[in-house]
């Protein structure tokens, strides 16, 4: 990539995440926190059950809002011409060829529902069903590296996963082998070709770029909220 497309080929589709994240992860805790109490089924306490099934609610609902910008960035870093095109000028293109529904901004949408929600799914499920059986500690540097550990065990499982999902989503998302032929329509379909064609490994493509990603950043993203929302509590309730 640096010797065709140039250093800034690097963070091509840069945009696109930057845009959604926020929405993103706002629509994630949310409705993770709002939907705790549904999946509890009575119990006076949630259950390992509750926090995956708040999880996966809250990945599924998170994916309809952040697909477009996901079909945005995989267009983007599809392109192989050094000038890059802005998102604006991408996401006009998309729609004007291919509209708004599932063959244009919203293609893919159902892979991107099953990747986000089998991993928050697995993520939250994980992590608070996992803290709440470790003890915690008094000390402070040593509480904070349990939630850490546990934050990171978290996201590297869920991206072991997912990751055929990811996978499926990619080959919907991108460029087709044959221009003008779509290949790779469905979730399952999309699977099931990839694994018939190039073996059950090539499902899992990617996956150790995927974990040095969310395993870190799924540990620093439950930390990050959740002590900004004890010190929210504490200050301003």
């Known amino acids: 990539m640096y010797r065709h497309e140039g250093i800034t080929s690097y963070w091509k589709g840069i945009m696109p995440p930057i845009l959604a994240e926020t929405p993103k992860r706002a629509i994630k805790f949310l409705v993770f926190e709002q939907t705790k109490p549904l999946f509890q089924f009575g119990s ?15 990945g599924t609902l ?9 079909v945005v960035k995989v267009a983007q870093q599809a392109d192989r011409q050094k000038k890059m095109l802005s998102t ?3 996401a006009k293109g998309i729609i004007k060829q291919d509209g708004l529904g599932f063959r244009g901004l919203n293609k893919g949408i ?6 986000n929600g089998v991993f928050n799914m697995v993520y939250f499920g994980f992590y608070h069903s996992v803290k709440n ?27 072991f996963v997912n990751i055929p999902f990811d996978v499926a989503k990619s080959r919907i998302q ?6 003008g032929q779509i290949k790779y329509r469905g979730t399952l379909s999309s699977m099931g070709i990839v694994y018939r064609e190039e073996g059950f490994r ?3 493509k990617g996956l150790v770029p995927k974990i040095m990603r969310l395993g870190p950043g799924g540990a620093i993203l439950l ?5 900004s929302y004890d010190y929210l509590l504490h200050n301003y309730s």
């Open 44 to 58: 006076p306490t949630p259950t390992p059950l509750t926090f995956s099934l708040a999880g996966l609610t809250a």
């Open 88 to 90: 604006f000028a991408v």
């Open 223 to 227: 930390l990050v909220f959740e002590y």
């Open 202 to 204: 090539a499902l899992y």
């Open 110 to 115: 159902t892979a991107t529902m099953g990747r």
């Open 133 to 159: 059986v470790v003890p915690e500690y008094k000390e402070n540097h040593l509480e904070f590296l349990r939630k850490v550990t546990i934050g990171f065990l978290a996201g590297t499982l869920a991206c």
């Open 174 to 179: 991108g460029p087709q082998p044959v221009p």
């Open 62 to 70: 998170e994916a309809i809002a952040v697909n477009p910008f996901e």
